[in-house]
């Protein structure tokens, strides 16, 4: 986690403080940014700890809300049980599950909203990074040698473009802002990220 609750004792049980989060993901993304501006050497050079930093940054955040949500409605000695199941889940899936769990199913994502494919292709790079496959092609050559074999192109390092990693981090801040704001602020309103599904409910009952 990046984030951390500082417990108080009150007349009436046991509080917690205001949380306050660690920005550091945040900062060293857009470093990182600035970095990759020097050309497709830098990006191919850089990428690969953006995207590392930017899904790490992306998941603590999620765990640190899912934390806040269950322990407000848990309880200290309830939540701790809870949420270790919640954030052993995957990033793609965690926050699907975020938004409906926050929400009490008031709420759950829009699957063709484009914030949320940015998301999801987020991931998937980020998956092919750190799990990669041994991918090869033979490419044949005219004379009569051994084929040579050769890297995958389809490896995120060679498609991968400044351009696409500020796509990437402008949809986890546009979660942050469309979402856990608004969760911060008490009061969540459909928007092109979020789909109200109460209405519905009530509807097919």
């Known amino acids: 986690m990046k984030a951390y609750i500082e417990y108080c004792t009150t007349k009436d049980g046991v509080d917690y403080s205001k949380w306050v989060p660690s920005i ?10 600035t970095l990759m501006k020097g050309g497709r050497q830098k990006v191919f050079s850089l990428g690969t700890p953006f995207i590392l930093t930017l899904v790490t940054g992306f998941e603590s955040n ?28 995957g990033p793609k899936q965690k926050f699907r599950l975020a938004v409906s769990v926050m ?28 799990h990669p496959k041994p991918r090869f092609y033979y490419r044949i050559s005219k004379h009569k040698v051994k084929p040579k074999r ?34 911060d602020r008490g009061t969540i309103k459909e928007n092109n990220l979020l789909k109200e599904i109460t209405r519905i409910l009530r509807e097919t009952k």
């Open 24 to 33: 550091h993901y945040d900062d060293i993304c857009k470093h990182l940014l």
């Open 62 to 89: 999620l765990n640190d809300w899912l934390v806040i949500d269950t322990f407000e409605k848990h309880g200290p000695a309830n939540y701790e049980a809870l949420v270790s199941g919640y954030v052993l889940v």
């Open 103 to 130: 929400t009490d199913n008031a709420f759950q994502v829009r699957e063709n909203s484009s914030l949320v494919k940015d998301l999801d292709e987020l991931i998937d790079v980020r998956n092919q990074l750190v």
């Open 150 to 183: 050769q890297r995958a192109e389809d490896h995120p390092l060679f498609y991968l473009k400044l351009g696409d990693c500020k796509r990437y981090l402008r949809a986890v801040k546009a979660l942050d802002r469309m979402f856990f704001s608004q969760y």
